[in-house]
């Protein structure tokens, strides 16, 4: 069974399955959708591999919910509360996911998140809708008001990374509010 850990921000769940391993190799069982307090169904499984000193990020969704599993490598993962009425509304966390660690991440919508690449990373995830560019939403990864910590000291970012808008520049309509369903 999973060890599951309630983050800094509601929602957000972070999971330390069983590893069964014998000399032959080893066996995890890396999501289950029981473990998670929002239970939504993930119907895509995405495929992200990033070099050394990549930042991917802040990224949001009013709709979507991403679950993210580091297969190879460490990444510094952040999040953001953007969620309007949250209890933890502007809350700030990082984690680092280790591909040795066998670590998932549950990331509800509205919370803004975003990875740095420690090492060369292979990042495996799950989203529990279909790619939509209307609900591909981005707040700068270097806004002061989030006060992100990277750990990394010339990161290199998307030309769409580099121009996302400050928190505070965030237009009303795309803020999104908690307890948010479909």
Do not use: C
Request: overall charge negative; aromatic content about 10%; cysteine-free.
């Amino acid at each position: 069974m999973a060890r599951l850990t309630p983050a800094p921000i509601d929602d957000v769940v972070l999971v330390e399955p069983e590893v069964h391993g014998d000399d032959r190799g080893r066996f995890v069982e890396t999501y289950r959708r029981s473990w998670f307090p929002l239970g939504r169904e993930m119907i895509q499984a995405n495929r992200s591999e990033k070099r050394q000193g990549a930042v991917v990020g802040l990224h949001y969704h009013l709709h979507q919910a991403d679950y993210w599993y580091v297969l190879r490598g460490r990444a510094r993962v952040v999040l953001h509360d953007l969620r309007v009425g949250s209890a933890t509304e502007g809350v700030t966390w990082s984690v680092d996911l280790d591909g040795a660690e066998d670590r998932g991440l549950f990331i509800p919508p509205g919370v803004a998140h975003g990875f740095a690449a420690l090492s060369d990373v292979l990042l495996w995830y799950l989203v529990d809708g279909y790619y939509n560019p209307a609900d591909e939403l981005g707040v700068a990864y270097d806004d002061p008001a989030i006060g992100a910590d990277w750990g990394l000291r010339d990161p290199v970012l998307s030309a769409r990374d580099q121009n996302n808008p400050r928190r505070e520049q965030i237009p009303e309509a795309f803020r999104p509010r908690a307890g948010l369903r479909r």
